[in-house]
């Protein structure tokens, strides 16, 4: 009867069945918990969880922070994805040149904000940003851009930007190893069969090299946007959300309703309207993109 049974068909099921078992149990059960929470009311006034349905969706989308924490993460999530794949990709394309010398060293210069612990990377960005002592007040005004200093993390203008720098300085190297990698797996009798056809470098790399490397970019993509669009370290070590919740993304949003204000059930509704947000995006995006390139 051993034979009707999967684990006896695929032995090395049995192998990877624990593995398994632990991912769904610690990633299942706090979604399913909190899809839960999300509709009973629970805060550190009350032993009980109480129930009130979606009332607390209605709640959320009345909230004007709500709304402004949305558009927040998606300014935030937008830019920043948008320069660190191209500076990433422009990196990857220009170390990937053969008259570029002193590679393995460039290489390792250039990976040094991806492996620097964030924490580390945002407090040497903060003091960078100090208005009084920081390094980068000090160069634009030496070099006459601007005559009084910039309250970069502080600014209602500038505190997004300041976050969305540091998360691009931080990723983009992420971005150039993966290109730079998916570059050097392109055959040269590709290259040198659009040579022998007559195609300039501009033309080759277009209808030889891009389609070849174009599912590695689009998955690259899809990782960006994803760990972006939940991210907080950046934003919580630099801005905290503010000033007057200029710069609260969305994780902000759910962890001082969580953390500050103890309202669980509030804070759970957040959280499945960001898991649902970035779900749809992942399902859409693997549908029209990376299926889309699997099937050319």
Same mark, same amino acid.
């Given at each position: 009867?051993?034979?009707?049974?999967?684990?006896?068909?695929?032995?090395?099921?049995?192998? #990877? /069945?624990?593995? !398994? @078992?632990?991912?769904? +149990?610690?990633?299942?059960?706090?979604?399913?918990?909190?899809?839960? *929470?999300?509709?009973?009311?629970?805060?550190?006034?009350?032993?009980?969880?109480?129930?009130?349905?979606?009332?607390?969706?209605?709640?959320?989308?009345?909230?004007?922070?709500?709304?402004?924490?949305?558009?927040?993460?998606?300014?935030?999530?937008?830019?920043?994805?948008?320069?660190?794949?191209?500076?990433?990709? #422009? /990196?990857?394309? !220009? @170390?990937?040149?053969? +008259?570029?010398?002193?590679?393995?060293?460039?290489?390792?210069?250039? *990976?040094?904000?991806?492996?620097?612990?964030?924490?580390?990377?945002?407090?040497?960005?903060?003091?960078?940003?100090?208005?009084?002592?920081?390094?980068?007040?000090?160069?634009?005004?030496?070099?006459?851009?601007?005559?009084?200093?910039?309250?970069?993390?502080?600014?209602?203008?500038?505190?997004?930007?300041?976050?969305?720098?540091?998360? !691009?300085?931080?990723?983009?190297?992420?971005?150039?190893?993966?290109?730079?990698?998916?570059?050097?797996?392109?055959?040269?009798?590709?290259?040198?069969?659009?040579?022998?056809?007559?195609?300039?470098?501009?033309?080759?790399?277009?209808?030889?090299?891009?389609?070849?490397?174009?599912?590695?970019?689009?998955?690259?993509?899809?990782?960006?946007?994803?760990?972006?669009?939940?991210?907080?370290?950046?934003?919580?070590?630099?801005?905290?959300?503010?000033?007057?919740?200029?710069?609260?993304?969305?994780?902000?949003?759910?962890?001082?309703?969580?953390?500050?204000?103890?309202?669980?059930?509030?804070?759970?509704?957040?959280?499945?309207?960001?898991?649902?947000?970035?779900?749809?995006?992942?399902?859409?995006?693997?549908?029209?993109?990376?299926?889309?390139?699997?099937?050319?």
């Amino acid at each position: 009867m051993l034979h009707r049974f999967k684990f006896a068909r695929n032995p090395g099921l049995i192998y #990877v /069945a624990p593995a !398994v @078992i632990v991912i769904a +149990f610690v990633m299942l059960y706090p979604l399913i918990y909190t899809f839960y *929470m999300s509709f009973n009311k629970s805060d550190i006034f009350s032993d009980q969880l109480k129930f009130v349905g979606f009332s607390q969706y209605v709640e959320l989308f009345q909230d004007k922070l709500f709304l402004n924490s949305v558009k927040a993460t998606l300014i935030w999530t937008v830019g920043s994805v948008f320069f660190q794949f191209l500076i990433g990709f #422009v /990196a990857a394309v !220009v @170390i990937n040149q053969s +008259f570029i010398r002193f590679k393995t060293g460039l290489r390792i210069l250039i *990976m040094v904000p991806w492996v620097l612990p964030s924490i580390i990377g945002v407090n040497i960005w903060k003091w960078s940003y100090h208005p009084d002592f920081g390094i980068i007040n000090y160069i634009l005004k030496s070099l006459g851009i601007i005559s009084t200093n910039i309250t970069w993390v502080s600014g209602a203008d500038t505190a997004l930007l300041s976050a969305i720098i540091v998360n !691009v300085w931080k990723m983009y190297p992420f971005v150039m190893l993966m290109v730079e990698a998916s570059l050097q797996s392109v055959p040269q009798q590709l290259r040198d069969a659009a040579k022998v056809d007559g195609a300039g470098p501009v033309r080759a790399f277009l209808n030889v090299t891009m389609p070849y490397i174009a599912s590695t970019c689009y998955t690259v993509i899809l990782l960006l946007t994803i760990w972006t669009f939940n991210a907080f370290t950046f934003i919580y070590a630099l801005t905290e959300g503010g000033p007057a919740h200029k710069s609260e993304i969305l994780s902000m949003y759910i962890y001082k309703f969580a953390f500050q204000n103890f309202d669980f059930g509030m804070a759970s509704t957040a959280s499945v309207v960001l898991f649902a947000i970035t779900a749809a995006f992942a399902v859409v995006y693997i549908k029209f993109f990376l299926k889309g390139d699997e099937r050319k």
